[in-house]
């Protein structure tokens, strides 16, 4: 069973920044991708950005909405990912989940778990 523990969240003013982490813990033998997304009330979840988890350079996808402001990273050999987030606005305010699509074996079929979620709140 893998576990996706994340931190980072809070509460900040318009223009300010923000770094959220998660680590996966268990069995993880592989890690395919990594992502964040994130689901504002009202709306349905959406993604934020994804990061490849292994090889260099690693690619990384972001949502038009954050190009610019955020960025996706990761360090493999701690299973984790982090989401740096500068320049935040109102309309970043969500929660943000933590993705990760992985393998617990060679031979096994990718798999996906999620986090609990850590919201991010930002006041104008």
């Known amino acids: 069973q893998v576990q996706l523990v994340e931190s980072g969240g809070g509460l900040v003013q318009a223009g300010g920044s923000l770094r959220l982490s998660c680590a996966a813990s268990g069995s993880v033998f592989s890690i395919n991708a990594m992502g964040w997304y994130r689901q504002a009330p009202g709306k349905q979840r959406e993604l934020v950005a994804t990061i490849t988890g292994r090889g260099s350079p690693s690619i990384t996808n972001y949502a038009d909405s954050v190009k610019g402001r955020f960025t996706i990273s990761r360090d493999s050999a701690r299973h984790t990912v982090y989401l740096q987030m500068n320049s935040l606005g109102p309309e970043d305010t969500a929660v943000y989940y933590c993705?990760?699509?992985?393998?617990?074996?060679?031979?096994?079929?990718?798999?996906?778990?999620w986090g609990q979620g850590t919201q991010v709140t930002v006041s104008s």
């Open positions: 993705n990760l699509d992985f393998q617990t074996s060679p031979y096994s079929f990718g798999d996906i778990s």
